[in-house]
Each structure stands twice: as C-alpha cells, then as structure tokens.
C-alpha cells in the first residue's frame, strides 16, 4: 500500500542545535516533494520544494535532502530557535493520482530556550 | 487583501444540519484545493478547482459534500446533513498554476463542530 510517514514522536531539542525531521515513503515515484510549516489554528505555510532531480535544497537555516533510492526526504534547521517550535508537514506529488498532493501526519517540534 | 482568507473561522452545527464554508482566493490564483485536516493528521485532498472547473473530486468523502467556485475565484464547501464525523478542519489554499511544480497558499481553516 502507499504510505508516507513523518516521525511520530514529537522532537524536542535545545536552542541553538540542529533539527532533523525525517519524511518516508512508500510505493509513490513523486517528481518532487514540499514541505511546510503549521502553527495552531493556521493554516500550513509553504518553506521549500524539491524536485527529484535534486540531491539537496538550501533556503536560509533550512536544508531539504531527497534520496529517490530510499525513498527519504530529510529536513535540518540549523541553528534552531524556539520560533521555529511548530508542526513540519511534508508533501509529495502523487504522480499516479491526478499529481495531487498526498501529505505526512507532521512532526510536532519543540525548541527550547 | 494579500492572503488567501475562510469564512467563518468557527462554525458548530447540529448533526443534521447544512453548512456553508467559504474561501477567498489569493487574487489571480488559477487553482483552489479544500482539504480536510482532523487533529493530529494532515490535511486530507478533498477537491481540486482550476479557475470555475472542478476538475477532481475524488476526495469528497460523501455525496453531502459538493464544492463550487462559480465565477473562477471565491470557492463554497458546502456539507449538507452534517454527520459528527464531518467535524474537522477544512482548509482551503490556493496556487498561482495548475498542480504541479507550485507551492500552496493556505487560509487559515474553518473549525467544524458537529454536536
């Protein structure tokens, strides 16, 4: 069956290092991958794309890596903050599926001061 | 206004009753998506717009649920004989293209509760 997984746990971290989030899936060839940022009662907000054809992507304190091989996207923020304390959604087109967007459950981060 | 906006932000219905939701685009923006999002999920594709053409509905999880968007900008959800299963959060983005190599402008959601 096709799956995407996030972590499950909620990640808590201390200011200053770096987070991974991990973004898995199953069964899906998708041409490129999102992820967003969602605070509580907002809606998602949009922080980088990535497409197949690419190993990484760099947008400030944010790195997206996707390997295609394992099925694998990875998310750091470097130099964490507690502002980016939220919850990290990740996307993928579903190429078979009308290319529509399938996302993850999301993985609650916690920085602390 | 800049970004993309839902009406209303709450709205508790009794079971059996119709409800109306309604998001304003990003101006200019082709595509309009509705998504469901039930606490500690993600957001659940529900339907697909490209200007006043619902070309995909295949997340519509009942015939209760029918979505419109007339005129090719401002978008209705509408739920009619809304069950308890239906409360959830309906999101509502919009992007400047088709689906494909583009980010998603979200509204900040309406809070459906279902008594």
């Known amino acids: 069956s096709q799956k995407i997984e996030q972590n499950s746990e909620a990640l808590n971290i201390q200011e200053g290092k770096t987070a991974t989030l991990t973004c898995n899936y199953t069964?899906?060839?998708?041409?490129?991958l999102q992820w967003y940022r969602q605070d509580p009662g907002r809606g998602p907000v949009f922080l980088l794309l990535?497409?197949?054809n690419e190993k990484e992507k760099r947008k400030e304190r944010l790195k997206v890596t996707f390997d295609t091989t394992l099925k694998q996207s990875l998310f750091h923020i470097t130099a964490s903050q507690p502002a980016d304390s939220a919850t990290y959604l990740c996307?993928?087109?579903?190429?078979?599926?009308?290319?529509?967007?399938?996302w993850g459950l999301g993985t609650s981060l916690a920085v602390n001061p | 206004g800049a970004g993309v906006s839902q009406s209303p932000r709450y709205k508790v219905a009794k079971r059996g009753q119709d409800v109306a939701l309604r998001c304003d685009p990003i101006?200019?923006?082709?595509?309009l998506f509705w998504y469901q999002q039930a606490l500690g999920q993600g957001p659940e594709f529900l339907t697909y717009f490209q200007n006043e053409a619902q070309l995909d509905k295949s997340g519509l999880p009942s015939d209760r649920f029918f979505a419109e968007r007339p005129e090719g900008s401002v978008s209705t959800l509408k739920i009619q004989r809304t069950q308890q299963e239906d409360s959830a959060v309906y999101l509502c983005?919009?992007?400047?293209?088709?689906?494909?190599?583009?980010?998603?402008?979200f509204g900040p959601g309406t809070r459906l509760t279902v008594l």
């Open positions: 996307a993928l087109e579903d190429a078979g599926n009308n290319r529509k967007l399938i």
């Open positions: 983005a919009s992007s400047l293209a088709g689906v494909g190599y583009n980010e998603q402008f």
């Open positions: 101006s200019g923006h082709v595509s």
């Open positions: 990535i497409r197949e």
């Open positions: 069964n899906y060839s998708p041409a490129y």
